[in-house]
């Protein structure tokens, strides 16, 4: 969801869903550390930091559409490490699609663990997804929720 082309076919993004999702985070993962909505005004990307990660601490990029198209993106800054769920329209892979480690090339999918549409419920289930890759120490499990 980061071009225009891709803006126009995802929508417009959701500023309530931004902040919704923001709550998510705060409520339900004690490893964040801060959360940011980059611009009150016109809303695009909420940032999770995280005090903790795979190999380095990380960050949560989410982007939420009106038409319930999202991204969230999960990378450790100082080694590279990345994952991404998203669902938006694409030629090329399903519509809700996992980018796999180690570095969510857009050119690599696979289909998503994560099968609901509402904010609160897509936050958690990847937060859940998330943790498990974390507890079992392999980012390569991440997308691997029944």
Sequence with gaps: MSSNRDQHESGPIDPDALRRIRKVFRRHEPLVDSTEIDSPARPRTLSAALGIGFDSPGRFDVRWSRREYYSYHYQEPDDG?????????????????????????????????????????VTLAMLEAWRYGLDCEDVSLVNTLD
């Design 81 to 121: 490490l990345a994952v991404r769920f998203d669902r938006h329209p694409n030629p090329h892979s399903p519509e809700t699609h996992f980018h796999p480690p180690p570095d969510a090339s857009t050119d690599r999918t696979e289909p998503s663990c994560i099968e609901m549409v509402l904010p609160k419920l």
